[in-house]
């Protein structure tokens, strides 16, 4: 009873060093502001277990006063988290500060680990290297101002087995990174990268992730080279694919993944641009539909953000994605917007637009649509009346129609044209709320 109510209640524990002080450690609790619910979580251990540290040796002031601060504190998390495993943040200087060789000392129960610092690659602190990490799971390299292109001595997690999920997004992915990480590789299960050149160099490094099930890219303003030929064996494993290519890059980076992979059991593709775009730039229909049509998968969530396609050419997509459960697209800040109102409309259930002439309904399985508009040329009346032609009452009509219920919606506008969109009425069981969401 009282665990229950300690959960439905919220209030954030914070404990900070003085405010002269840099070095700092953090824990959010979860209480309530009674003094009962309060003494029950902090004697909970899974909530001390949870640790970020961040030393500065710039500082000098008081500083043996404050060492000895940090210290007392870390050895009060530890001391409460008793043997639960812990999730790290370390920001280490180039010394061995005492409360990290407290942590270090804990290093048998290390679950998750984030590590960044200002002295990447430089000054490795000792009391870190050849740790025993039998329950290491997760491991991130931080990028920070500091790496410009350095990476951090990855030695220290040779011994760790079990390692699933890896960002090396400050890292490139070389021989004495694959040796380093060698045993790790057949665990992995999801995979960040951050990607600068050598593609096929990065590509070969999938043959060792037979289990790998999620993989993010992110791009630098590079030229990359697709991969002739394409990769002769599929990656069977994975199911969520997430690219993100940088502003300018022409989807250089796009173009030559999907261009150099084989996925027969993705389920979620995540194309996205960030940034500023000074020369919005189209993406060619051609590299999607031949990455489809090879790939064969059974795609159930598709995420755009920012990619300038024509409206043609993505109801031309859609129609190669029967098994579309969600869609989520916005449109790019600048170039063409392919959601128009022949987009909405080729969504109808019943009715028919130019762009889809199928008896069929444009992807009958979808259940969740969400779209972020920036054009003035919004259509709001054929966007309800679109959503409306999908809202289906119950089973029946949805087997009669041949598509399934939407279960929810979101559209994201510019104000002016939401409050226009809020006045006009949403139909029948149909409420749109301030946030866009139907």
């Not at 665990?3 to 209030?11: D, E, I, N």
């Not at 954030?12 to 003094?35: A, E, G, M, R």
């Not at 919005?280 to 990455?291: G, K, T, V």
Request: with cysteine.
């Amino acid at each position: 009873m009282e665990r229950s109510a300690l959960q439905s209640r919220r209030v954030s524990l914070c404990l900070p060093c003085t405010p002269k002080v840099s070095q700092s450690l953090f824990i959010n609790i979860d209480v309530d502001d009674d003094h009962s619910s309060y003494e029950l979580a902090i004697s909970q251990p899974t909530l001390w277990a949870n640790l970020k540290v961040k030393f500065d040796d710039q500082c000098e002031d008081d500083e043996e006063k404050t060492q000895a601060l940090l210290v007392s504190r870390v050895e009060l998390h530890l001391a409460r988290s008793q043997n639960h495993p812990l999730t790290l943040s370390l920001f280490p200087s180039s010394k061995n500060h005492p409360a990290l060789i407290l942590v270090a000392r804990e290093s048998r129960r290390w679950r998750q680990l984030s590590y960044g610092g200002d002295d990447f690659g430089l000054n490795w602190n000792s009391c870190l290297q050849s740790l025993p990490l039998p329950m290491l799971e997760a491991v991130r390299f931080e990028e920070t101002e500091y790496c410009d292109g350095k990476s951090p001595p990855i030695e220290a997690f040779s011994q760790a087995p079990n390692i699933k999920e890896l960002n090396l997004r400050c890292i490139s992915i070389d021989q004495h990174v694959t040796a380093t990480f060698d045993s790790a590789w057949e665990m992995l299960t999801d995979l960040s990268y951050h990607f600068t050149e050598d593609l096929e160099g990065f590509l070969s490094i999938l043959d060792y992730c037979p289990k790998l099930r999620r993989l993010t890219l992110e791009g630098e303003n590079s030229d990359l080279i697709p991969v002739h030929p394409i990769r002769s064996h599929p990656i069977a494993s994975l199911k969520i694919l997430n690219l993100v290519s940088p502003p300018n890059d022409h989807d250089s980076m796009l173009e030559c993944i999907l261009t150099s992979l084989l996925l027969p059991d993705l389920t979620e593709l995540i194309l996205l641009h960030i940034g500023d775009v000074e020369e919005p730039f189209l993406m060619p229909y051609r590299i999607l539909e031949d990455f489809f049509q090879r790939s064969r998968c059974p795609l159930s969530t598709l995420t755009l953000g920012q990619i300038c396609m024509t409206d043609t050419d993505m109801i031309a997509l859609l129609a190669h994605l029967p098994c579309l459960r969600e869609l989520n697209c916005e449109d790019p800040d600048d170039g063409d917007s392919f959601i128009t109102r022949s987009f909405i409309r080729s969504f109808h259930t019943w009715e028919r637009d130019s762009l889809h002439h199928s008896i069929e309904p444009l992807v009958p399985k979808l259940r969740s649509l969400t779209l972020k508009a920036h054009r003035e040329e919004f259509d709001a009346p054929s966007f309800v009346e679109t959503i409306t032609s999908r809202w289906l009452p119950d089973e029946a009509s949805a087997l009669q129609l041949g598509a399934s219920c939407l279960r929810s919606v979101e559209l994201h506008l510019r104000e002016w044209l939401m409050q226009m969109l809020m006045s006009d009425s949403t139909g029948p069981g149909c409420e749109l709320s301030s946030n866009g969401k139907v």
